[in-house]
């Protein structure tokens, strides 16, 4: 047994047979996580009893991982936007290649972005970069201090060192940081826009961040988009002045409301604010950005520790259309060789927004699989080879009684202006399984004393 394993079966076994199976510990946790926002649409963003732990080896190895993969992907994003056919391959909209164009006027491409991981049986593997606008660090950090002091945990904690990997700071300074770049001056003000009446509180995210940037005095409004004005070449809400925008909302969704004489693209093309993360950042956020990175043909200039990373810790993906390709050192009929190797691959829509399924192919008949794989050359859609998850009980109380469930972990590195700080977990059903319970935990690294 691993140390993490007989970590998590020590801690599983102090709910178990210890004085914490009277859960009124847990009902106390559920409500201090009640007075601290973290539910949203009426359930708790965090139904599970344990954090999830992972080693300092393991996390050290995702920063350097992930610092290398965000460092490839910089430099994939500006050979996109001077090569015509590397951009085709990504299939924006038009109107996200005109967005994609103009310049935000600081250095990052992502100021904040997090890598989607599996860590299983000692390696990682990355199927996923949130360039667009990454949630979970804010949740991540509250839960964590919740938990700290929970009764179990204090207990936990006399035989193990816990840490706590939080990353709200890192995000005011990288937000600040972009807006001196930009040429901002002074204290900003700062917007952040998202897809919600800003009268309505207690559901969300995005208010542990105005909170947060609040106590660093910071003048800080929750915006909709539907609020925003720009006039005389400044972008306000109300009697709000906005200088700096915390963009939290999907560049499809906006498009899909909104079109580009929209008050805060005005003013972005103007260069009368400061977006973050900026339009720009979709070029990232397509998962047709794998397609790219694991093309040897598009990579071989690249540096030899960025192509390790990406050989390591990529899964080969690949833009489904009618087209050659090829798959290790073999050239292949793509469809053909998707249809034809069923139980190897998964079908994921190249962009999150929307209704889109994602398909598995090891989960489906080879009738049903050739039906989606069809439908994929259709409607933009990638191929990513199978990457298996790690999975691990968790403890979680229903209906006042205790109940271990086992559960997919996708533990995501919160990333800075391209430096990882911070990490947050992700635990669900999985693709194979049904659970009705699924949320963020907050993540630890462990050691032993």
Request: net charge neutral.
């Amino acid at each position: 047994m691993s140390q993490l394993d007989d970590a998590v079966a020590r801690y599983n076994k102090l709910l178990e047979t210890g004085p914490y199976r009277d859960l009124a510990w847990a009902e106390a946790l559920h409500q201090r996580m009640e007075t601290a926002n973290l539910s949203a649409g009426g359930l708790l963003v965090c139904p599970f009893l344990r954090p999830n732990f992972i080693s300092r080896r393991q996390y050290e190895s995702l920063v350097k991982t992930g610092e290398s993969l965000i460092a490839a992907i910089d430099r994939m994003e500006r050979m996109v936007l001077v090569n015509p056919a590397l951009l085709a391959r990504l299939e924006l909209l038009p109107a996200e290649k005109m967005l994609a164009a103009i310049d935000p006027g600081y250095q990052a491409l992502e100021v904040s972005a997090r890598l989607d991981a599996h860590l299983f049986n000692g390696t990682s593997r990355v199927v996923q970069y949130n360039a667009d606008s990454p949630t979970g660090a804010g949740y991540g950090d509250a839960l964590a201090d919740l938990f700290y002091d929970a009764p179990p945990v204090r207990e936990f904690r006399k035989r193990y060192a816990l840490t706590r990997v939080g990353s709200r700071k890192h995000l005011l300074q990288a937000l600040l940081k972009s807006y001196k770049q930009y040429g901002g001056i002074g204290k900003p003000n700062i917007a952040i826009v998202e897809f919600r009446p800003g009268y309505l509180s207690g559901q969300s995210e995005f208010e542990l961040f105005r909170d947060s940037f609040v106590k660093e005095g910071y003048a800080v409004e929750i915006v909709s988009p539907e609020q925003l004005e720009y006039r005389n070449h400044v972008l306000r809400k109300g009697r709000f002045e906005i200088d700096l925008v915390y963009r939290r909302l999907g560049v499809q969704e906006f498009l899909l409301r909104f079109d580009l004489t929209h008050p805060l693209v005005r003013a972005y093309r103007d260069h009368s604010v400061c977006v973050v993360n900026s339009f720009r950042a979709e070029l990232a956020h397509k998962k047709a950005m794998f397609g790219l990175l694991t093309d040897e043909t598009v990579t071989e200039g690249f540096p030899a520790s960025e192509r390790k990373a990406i050989r390591d810790h990529v899964p080969w993906t690949r833009l489904v259309s009618a087209t050659k390709t090829t798959y290790g050192e073999q050239s292949v009929d793509l469809p053909e060789f998707l249809v034809q190797n069923r139980e190897r691959f998964a079908l994921k829509p190249n962009d999150d927004y929307g209704d889109q399924h994602s398909y598995f192919g090891w989960e489906m008949d080879a009738a049903a699989w050739e039906r989606a794989v069809k439908q994929a050359m259709r409607t933009p859609y990638v191929a990513q080879e199978r990457v298996d998850p790690a999975r691990s009980v968790f403890p979680l109380m229903t209906f006042g009684h205790l109940e271990f469930r086992e559960m997919q972990v996708d533990v995501h590195p919160h990333a800075y202006l391209g430096k990882v700080q911070g990490c947050s977990s992700w635990l669900s059903g999985g693709s194979s399984g049904f659970s009705s319970a699924a949320g963020i935990v907050p993540t630890f690294l462990i050691d032993p004393k």
